[in-house]
């Protein structure tokens, strides 16, 4: 089993930066392809962001390209999300997903462990 948990949410206004962290246990984190989704009221959870297993490859959802950044710290067991510029818009529940699967993917369904999510609130 793996276990997720996902800090550095908030409440910040529009235009300023956040990084969230994924701390993860249970099995090694180089082990895993790890992803960043998110879900605001009423919507679906999409991705936001995946990576590679040794970061060597990543994929982001256009909304955020050239504002967000992941990242991750195998050493560490952790996965990041650097979220630059931010927007009224990104306001949601962001989630730290992981998959044994190596195939970066932007279907939830295709990752096996969720952590339990941080709020992110972007005030205008």
């Known amino acids: 089993q793996v276990q997720l948990v996902e800090s550095g949410g908030g409440l910040v206004q529009a235009g300023v930066s956040l990084r969230l962290s994924c701390a993860a246990s249970?099995?090694?984190?180089?082990?895993?392809?790890m992803g960043w989704f998110r879900q605001a009221p009423g919507k679906e959870r999409d991705l936001v962001s995946t990576i590679s297993r040794n970061g060597d490859s990543t994929v982001y959802a256009d909304s955020v390209k050239g504002r967000f950044t992941i990242s991750r710290d195998n050493a560490k067991n952790t996965v990041f999300l650097q979220m630059t510029s931010l927007k009224p818009e990104d306001t949601a529940v962001y989630y730290c997903?992981?998959?044994?699967?190596?195939?970066?993917?932007?279907?939830?369904?295709?990752?096996?462990?969720w952590g339990p999510g941080t709020q992110v609130t972007v005030s205008s």
């Open positions: 997903a992981a998959s044994g699967k190596s195939i970066l993917n932007r279907d939830p369904l295709y990752y096996d462990y």
């Open positions: 249970g099995r090694p984190l180089s082990s895993l392809t």
